[in-house]
């Protein structure tokens, strides 16, 4: 039973935290740096005769901040947070989480302004290049009125009156509320909770250490009971921030009902491997869906997520509106808005699903639960038809499994999204991991919305036993079909696309025509026999053809300049006077060789990057963008080309 502990132990001290040893004032320190983001993360005094500890910034230590660490602590810096952690890790703290700590601070950001704008109050954060106008109505009211409510400004660190109440339920060292006070702007309040009274005692410090003892207040209990108590008080808090070490389940009943109308939940899953298929039944008892353990597992644990929170929120006449969901790292994090009304919650049902997955090729359907059809103003409910396919798989004759329900909508607000965005921009260095923060974004941006799930072409190409055809040919043969195509933040080599299953393998085996396997190899009741052995209909269009001749091994013609550029060099495999190709060598030639009497030879155009190396025969040159083999034409003409 000490074998874990202790490997956790080593892992920590040896992986993430890299120790390296120093010396600093006769004192032997510990320096703790982070690999992912080579940062300073914290400075441990190693003999416990010492009450001081180095802070893990730029900057040293205040005095009055050194006196409040103890002997064997540290001090971490995190934003504008330093908060004080102790040796023993008696409170949890994850410095991979700093992503997702910096992305909630930017989303909250974005989501006060849309809150205290309908109430005439301009967020504003330190940083920016250009702060939002607002929009006001002179046409209502006098002008000393509407003067006074363009002035009302809400800053970081200070106390807005009619601004947002947020909740940290689990709160641990307090460093995600103590940042919401320093960096949000338009806060209220902020109550820090936890069950543990070590965590409250530790977060207390930090408070004190921060001094946002104005805007923070620990609190020291279970989250269920303080969310179901400001619910009986008639208190809700407009953020709920809920970052739990495993599942979230048993806190998403209250949270959707202490929340206000329009409020922000934001929720963290680190239980991936329940939610990515090695534990469906689990899946089922936490979330009320079952996972699948396919390629698209991810995204699917995003929509099993929603669809939680949308089905707990309906017990209440209530339901969600996600405005960013997002997988990265070992977690997923999604932020959703709590709405109430009843129309609304009658159209919940049509909006989850079913997902039929093929185990043999990994095609997957969705199911949808429910039906509305509209009858000039009114609104009829009833169950969808279905199933979508038969009790084989139509491609490979293999059986389905099946997975959810799941949230079957777009999983992210775009608009919201894009607004974020532009924030990051005008403020480019108010995060550490913003680049990374602004790359997700713009994969979220370019998304499929109304597409859930995704094929990966290592999969559909392993299903065939064929080479992998490059991201860009088959989204330019789903184009050139009609389809829209996108990728997806949640996996690379991704294929997120509204062309039905039939047209994707048909493209898979048109790519098999151009690069055959070995069909006597393959078992006749596999998935890639049964696929191969339907001839396609439609295929790579030419255009994608064309541009494969053009980059199949060939390289283009050399320009003028390039190839002055490099007559400027002499050549690094052949001295000079021992090249063989005499004066068609592209590269410089001796004084004397150049200072001949007598006309020289024109230089015939050779291709770009080749040295005397790679040079053919004088006597036979090759055509530049020529292939080495004629490419197979498809026969039948694909009907896909345009």
Known sequence: MNGKPAFLAWLVTHWLLQ??????????????????????????????????????????????????????????????????????????????????????????????????????????????????????????????????GVEQTAAPGEVCQGGLRVLEGLAASGLRSIRFAQEVPGLHAVIANDFSARAVELMGRNVQLNGVGHLVTPSQADARMVMYQSKAEKKPFDVIDLDPYGSPAIFLDAAVQALSEGGLLCVTCTDMAVMAGNSGETCYSKYGAMSLKGKFCHEMALHILLHSLDLRANCYQRYVVPLLAISVDFYIRVFVRIFTGQAKVKASASKQALVYHCVGCGTHHLQRLGKVTSHGSNFKYSPASGPPMGTLCEHCQQRHQLGGPIWAEPLHDMAFVERVLGALEANPRRFRTQDRIQGILSMVTEELSEVPLYYTLDHLSSTIRCNTPSLLQFRSALLHAGYQVSLSHACKNTIKTDAPATVIWDIMRCWEKLHPVKRERLSETSPAARILAVEPTGGISLALQEKSRQHQGKRKEREESARATLGSFPSKRFKQGTCSFGDQCCYSRTPEETSAPGPQPETPALDSQRDCSSLEDPGQPSTPGQPDAPMPELDPPSPLAP
């Open 19 to 148: 120790p390296s040893r120093a010396v600093r004032g006769g004192r032997q320190l510990l320096q703790l740096s982070y690999p992912l983001t080579g940062r300073l993360w914290a400075s441990r005094i190693m003999d416990g005769e010492t009450n001081g500890s180095a802070a893990s910034g730029d900057q040293p230590l205040a005095p009055e901040a050194a006196e409040a660490v103890g002997a064997g602590e540290m001090v971490i810096t995190e934003g504008k947070a330093r908060i004080i952690f102790p040796g023993r890790n008696e409170v949890f703290y994850n410095p991979v989480q700093e992503f997702n700590r910096d992305l909630t601070c930017a989303v909250i950001t974005e989501f006060a302004r849309l809150w205290l704008s309908a109430k005439g109050i301009r967020a504003i954060v330190p940083g920016e290049k250009h702060a939002g106008k607002m929009v006001v109505d002179l046409s209502e009211g006098d002008m000393e009125t509407v003067q006074e």
